[in-house]
């Protein structure tokens, strides 16, 4: 946490990719437009540090889901298995963030 914007981006080259900044100072108005902005980037996708784990493709099917030899072509079954994994990390993340934004905010309402 800063201050200033020149002391985060001297020790990070642009961090504000996915959250936003907001200096202090500042008033109601702004902390509710970096907010909006906050979670309009959040929602952006982000890169991948890895490649989706293959161990994720040899997971059993949950009950309801069709099986690869149920007429789904098996690489495809196996990358949408990826898919979800990943989806559903970047969704517990972002309840996470969500959750310490609210905690911000009202601790500031304070």
Same mark, same amino acid.
């Given at each position: 946490?800063?201050?200033?914007?020149? /002391?985060?981006? /001297?020790?990070? *080259?642009?961090?504000?990719?996915?959250?936003?900044?907001? *200096?202090?100072?500042?008033?109601?108005?702004?902390?509710?437009?970096?907010?909006?902005?906050?979670?309009?980037?959040?929602?952006?996708?982000?890169?991948?540090?890895?490649?989706?784990?293959?161990?994720?493709?040899?997971?059993?099917?949950? /009950?309801?889901?069709?099986?690869?030899?149920?007429?789904?072509?098996?690489?495809?079954? %196996?990358?949408? %298995?990826?898919?979800?994994?990943?989806?559903? =990390?970047?969704? =517990? *993340?972002?309840?996470? %963030?969500?959750?310490?934004?609210?905690?911000?905010?009202? *601790?500031?309402?304070?």
């Amino acid at each position: 946490m800063s201050g200033r914007r020149e /002391e985060v981006t /001297e020790k990070i *080259q642009e961090p504000f990719e996915y959250f936003e900044f907001i *200096q202090k100072p500042f008033e109601q108005k702004e902390l509710i437009e970096a907010i909006k902005g906050a979670m309009t980037k959040a929602r952006k996708p982000r890169r991948s540090a890895a490649p989706a784990a293959p161990a994720a493709a040899a997971a059993p099917a949950p /009950e309801g889901t069709a099986a690869p030899g149920a007429g789904a072509n098996p690489a495809e079954f %196996q990358a949408l %298995q990826a898919e979800v994994k990943q989806l559903k =990390a970047e969704v =517990a *993340q972002l309840r996470g %963030q969500l959750a310490k934004v609210l905690a911000f905010i009202k *601790q500031k309402l304070r």
